[in-house]
């Protein structure tokens, strides 16, 4: 067996990290260089406080700093257009020598992960985590020089074994090199001035109002002030705080839901589709940063709502970054931040379920999840209507669950409108239906009904009346024997029946909830079975979009004469306009009488005889039997 060593080739690695491959964000070195100095400044703060109050109490250690004289943070951000400068200052910790070679000039390591900060025991978490954000200064810049000076309070800490170096220190790199070269220099000031010769795409796009956004853009807010100078103009940064504000507070048909907390603190929204426009989009900060904005989507929005917009801050440390910071890993953290605002809908909405109806999902993507509390609390919100004991009502679904417990029951589903027209028009046949089953659910909440109905679902199928024309519903047992949690069913329900009540039928039209046309193709019917293999093939698709397209025509322009197939071009012409009408009464002597034999000609004038044996499609004849026999109007 042979064997070889796995390498890396270094210089590919680092440009490839050093560019915007890896920085999707053109401005992330601004991110990157303020964290920086955000830690740095906060390191030296958590210093200062920590000098001789180690073994004091809180009250006694706050005494005795307020006797000292503070420290106040200060950074600066400073551009020369004519020199193409950038300059990043803070009056931080400092680095020394030793930091340039242990920490600096190696890619991936970071001295706020390392053991001599840990080694401090300080009560700060800092933001950086990586050591790679050196790489978009490479990244945007020919050439980089750092000036530094530790600051002495490195060496006050209690347990401080290794005094550490004070000695200024200037480092230098230059595109292309392989190496970073640092001197002993006269700095007197602690803390940390880098600058950046900005390559000329760069420097081109900079301007005062880019540095201020930019600064704006990553950070909720600014603990102490930072300035910002470009040639002679200069703004200083000291926003507040605004992650608390609560602009929807008083607006009607908007929840509001405040969130302050050890972890975490801002605002949660939930809405209809009208206020969409009005709030906007989420945000996320962590630590005072930025994690991601409106293009990233984390999943954090449950399932069951159609809308939730949230402006949130973690406190600390919690999400797993990506190595970019511009995104978080889909771990278990996000999903515990998932669990915990699920949480905390459930309990704003805790005492008044109901007032969670009207901004829950329809139900035809699923809205079923993995946390219990949140399907109780569904249960309760969703409401059905249902003809139950001779009257229409309207009830939660945990109340009928509950209503039918220890039961075994047959459950029909049919439009409001299709009621109405069966009980006027087919009154002996409506009884049979009425005494065949034990709860008759509206269209209203059906397919949510059908997702928290899981535990209890049995067989579901079509009925197509042969004696009624216009009635097509569905008919579902459902067996509550046993109260049954809903999670470990989650992905076991069924919307609609998976199968037709005849295989003989190729299509059907079906009334569904939000009163579009659905035209529903039989997957086992033989000229599927023929058709499917090929339906890649362009004048096959085009040709079926065309006798689809035809079909729907006819049921929603019933007082057209149809004498042929039109070809649309394969498009969509005319929508259901009429939801007064029902989609099934509506097809009703739809078709022709010859529609078949119309369809029949269509299909030889798309394909050749030649096309139609290449593609295994010489049996493709359609039949009157293949369509519901109420469908045809009677033969002149």
């Known amino acids: ?4 060593k796995v390498g890396m080739d270094q210089e590919n690695i680092i440009s490839t990290f050093a560019s915007t491959q890896f920085y999707g964000d053109p401005d992330a070195y601004i991110r990157e260089f303020l964290q920086n100095a955000i830690d740095a400044c906060n390191t030296r703060a958590a210093l200062e ?5 180690e073994f004091l109490e809180m009250e006694e250690a706050r005494a005795l700093n307020s006797m000292r004289n503070p420290y106040s943070p200060q950074i600066s951000i400073q551009y020369n257009s004519e020199t ?4 990043f200052e803070d009056n931080g910790i400092g680095i020394n020598a030793r930091d340039i070679e242990q920490y600096v000039a190696k890619i991936g390591v970071s001295f706020y992960q390392s053991e001599d900060f840990s080694a401090q025991q300080l009560h700060y978490e800092p933001v950086a985590q990586f050591g790679v954000g050196m790489l978009s200064g490479f990244m945007v810049a020919r050439a980089l020089l750092i000036e530094s000076r530790k600051d002495k309070s490195v060496n006050t800490a209690w347990n401080v074994t290794d005094r550490q170096s004070l000695e200024p220190v200037t480092a230098k790199w230059i595109e292309g090199a392989e190496t970073m070269e640092y001197i002993n220099s006269n700095r007197e000031q602690s803390g940390t001035r880098i600058t950046l010769v900005l390559r000329p795409k760069y420097a081109k796009n900079l301007s005062l109002q880019r540095l201020v ?16 100078s470009f040639d002679e103009k200069s703004v200083t940064l000291r926003e507040q705080n605004h992650i608390m504000d609560n602009p929807f507070a008083d607006i009607l048909g908007i929840i509001s839901i405040r969130i302050m907390d050890e972890l975490m603190e801002g605002c949660i929204w939930i809405y209809n589709s009208k206020h ?10 962590q630590q005072g940063f930025l994690v991601t904005d409106e293009k990233k989507d984390l999943g954090l929005k449950p399932e069951w709502l159609r809308h939730m917009t949230y402006h949130l801050h973690l406190r600390k440390k919690f999400l797993t970054l990506r190595l970019a910071r511009d995104d978080v890993a889909h771990d278990e953290n996000l999903t515990e931040l998932r669990r915990l605002i699920g949480r905390r809908i459930v309990e704003h909405f805790a005492s008044n379920p109901l007032g969670l109806n009207q901004y829950i999902a329809s139900g035809q993507q699923p809205v079923l999840t993995e946390y219990e509390e949140e399907m109780q609390l569904l249960g309760k919100a969703v409401t059905v209507e249902v003809y139950l004991k001779g009257r229409e009502i309207e009830l939660p679904v945990a109340t009928i669950i509950q209503g039918y417990t220890g039961k075994s029951i047959r459950i029909a589903f049919i439009s409001k409108g299709l009621f109405t027209y069966y009980r006027q028009n087919h009154i002996m046949d409506f009884r049979r239906f009425l005494a ?3 709860l008759i659910v509206f269209e209203k909440n059906r397919d949510l009904f059908c997702q928290l109905l899981a535990p209890y679902q049995g067989s579901m199928h079509y009925v197509i009346s042969s004696e009624c024309p216009g009635v097509i519903y569905e008919e579902m047992d459902a067996d509550f024997h046993m109260i049954k949690s809903v999670v470990p069913y989650r992905y076991q329900y069924h919307l609609r029946p998976e199968t037709f009540p005849d295989n003989e039928i190729f299509c059907m039209v079906t009334n569904t909830a939000n009163g579009t046309l659905e035209l529903r193709v039989n997957p086992k019917h033989r000229l599927l079975r023929i058709l499917e293999p ?3 093939h362009p004048k096959v698709h085009r040709m079926m979009e065309v006798i689809y397209e035809n079909i729907k025509q006819r049921v929603i322009n019933t007082q057209h004469r149809w004498n042929k197939i039109v070809d649309f071009g394969g498009s969509f012409v005319d929508d259901w306009k009429n939801q007064e009408n029902v ?3 509506s097809c009703i002597w739809c078709l022709e009488g010859d529609f078949d034999v119309s369809v029949n000609e269509f299909i030889a004038q798309t394909l050749t005889q030649k096309e139609r044996v290449d593609l295994g499609l010489v049996g493709l004849v359609f039949r009157r039997q293949d369509f519901i026999d109420w469908w045809f109007a009677p033969r002149e």
């Open 276 to 285: 969409q426009g009005l709030i906007g989009t989420s945000c996320l900060y």
């Open 436 to 438: 065949e089953y034990q």
């Open 213 to 228: 956004h930019a600064v704006q853009h990553y950070m909720l807010y600014q603990p102490f002030p930072i300035q910002i």
């Open 1 to 4: 067996m042979k064997q070889c």
């Open 534 to 536: 090929v339906m890649y």
């Open 84 to 87: 193409q400068r950038l300059v």
């Open 583 to 585: 989609p099934t009464v």
């Open 49 to 53: 406080w920590s000098w001789g109050t």
